[in-house]
């Protein structure tokens, strides 16, 4: 029996880091109220991946403008 292997997230944050910007993060995260999960099956990396960006931007549900 073969089992299927899947490389989910490889190579992530090659390039992903350079798209998602702190204006495109607060967009999605905070104005259209995606969560980390949708944010990282969209560009195709981990939901860890996202929460550091969204850390290393001080971006959180409850910032605002400016953080």
Known sequence: ???KVRFRNVG???GV???LSEK???SLY???GLTQSEIARRYGCT???I???LHEHGITRG???GG
Do not use: C, N, P
Request: hydrophobic content about 40%; charged content about 30%.
């Open 24 to 26: 495109l993060l607060r």
């Open 30 to 32: 905070l104005e259209q």
């Open 51 to 53: 929460s550091i960006l």
């Open 1 to 3: 029996m073969t089992r």
């Open 63 to 65: 910032s605002s403008r």
């Open 47 to 49: 939901a860890q991946f």
């Open 17 to 19: 880091k350079e798209q």
């Open 12 to 14: 992530a944050g090659k």
